[in-house]
């Protein structure tokens, strides 16, 4: 398909630039797959699902992956994206001409990298120097790798430490939050255990990939970069339980629903998982392990945009998006949200 299907103007000011406070009184856009649009809040969320429906929460941490730094008198920066190994990662790197291999990366703080390896893609696998753990190296020299349309306008500051993780995040390892599930809070999650709706977890740790755009004229020239996750056997077990009993399975984020749908096969079992995925999802595709999906609004010829429309039709959400910018929701990770029950 021709990515330009899936463009639409979008004012500056409707990106969002902190979250809302307290984190669920965002508002939520409740798409069916036919029928008027209903503007709700986030709060509202109990109220929309029925007792058996089972959200489903990547619980991976968001580590500080962006690094500044020099290689000789150039500077340079670097956004870690996949982990290789206990002492490598591969990284995009800005200015990166300015970088070859066999150079070594200084990032302050004591940190240092050697450029290993440079990727077809134009990423480099940096082998970071000593015998600490490179999450420790992160935390004291790195800082939290913010979407270029908001650390485009203002600074990263000390509460986006806090701002850009979820209430669910245990795993290290991602390099973007799960930003679905920014908006929820020990308060709401009560609210859905006493409607009866359950929950689940899996880990997918988001690559600095997902802030890349599509260069391609066409959906089938563009390669997605991979990620790692992992889905529990008894996590497997509890959903396909869910659904054989007629509950929904709701994932929350675009990043569970990715991978659930790596995990699931033609029969619609959703299988236990552990490795990388590069799933790309465009209209046309047969969902078979999710029946909703909560998100926020999405970039303009984004991968994102394409799977939201995989799942609701292109024209629907095209329809969903003027509604949300007449109305005023606000956009993208720091944004509102949207509940998509095709």
């Keep these: 398909m021709k990515v330009d299907l899936f463009d639409f103007e979008l004012p500056p000011e409707r990106i969002a630039l902190r979250p809302a406070r307290p984190r669920d009184a965002a508002r939520m856009l409740v798409v069916h797959g036919e ?14 699902l029925r007792a058996g429906d089972v ?50 990366a200084e990032f302050g703080g004591g940190v240092t990298a050697l450029a290993e390896e440079r990727l077809p893609d134009g990423s480099f696998v940096l082998a970071f120097a000593g015998d600490e753990p490179v ?19 203002r600074a990263t500051d000390a509460r986006d430490r806090e701002d850009y993780q979820t209430m669910f995040a245990q795993e290290d390892g991602a390099v973007a939050a799960p930003t679905a599930a920014l908006h929820f809070t ?15 977890t899996l880990t997918l740790h988001v690559g600095a990939g997902t802030f ?41 984020g675009t990043t569970s629903l990715r991978l659930l749908e790596s995990a699931t096969g033609e029969d619609g079992v959703i299988q236990p998982f552990a490795g990388d995925t590069a799933i790309f999802i465009t209209p046309g595709y047969r969902f078979r392990a999710i029946d909703g999906l909560m998100t926020n609004f999405h970039l303009p010829k984004s991968t994102l945009m394409m799977l939201v429309s995989a799942l609701m039709g292109r024209d629907r959400m095209m329809a969903a998006y003027e509604h949300a910018i007449a109305q005023e929701y606000r956009f993208y990770s720091y944004g509102d949200s949207s509940l998509l029950l095709p």
């Excluded at 809040?41 to 929309?48: E, K």
């Design 35 to 48: 029928g008027p649009f209903k503007d709700r809040g986030v709060r509202d969320l109990p109220h929309m």
């Design 55 to 104: 959200l489903v929460f990547n619980d991976t941490r968001v580590i500080p992956a962006q690094l500044e730094g020099r290689r000789g008198e150039a500077k340079i920066g670097a956004t870690l994206h996949k982990r290789i190994d206990l002492r490598r990662w591969q990284a995009f790197v800005r200015n990166a001409k300015r970088l070859r291999v066999g150079d070594i």
């Design 135 to 153: 999450e420790v190296l992160l935390e004291r020299a790195g800082r939290m790798p913010l979407p270029p349309y908001i650390a485009g306008k």
């Design 186 to 200: 020990p308060e709401l999650m009560a609210s859905l255990a006493e409607a009866g709706v359950g929950t689940e």
């Design 212 to 252: 890349l755009p599509v260069k391609a004229d066409d959906t089938d020239d563009h390669a997605m970069h991979a990620e790692w996750g992992r889905i529990e056997p008894a996590v497997a077990a509890r959903l396909n339980a869910v659904r054989k009993t007629g509950g929904r399975v709701i994932a929350v």
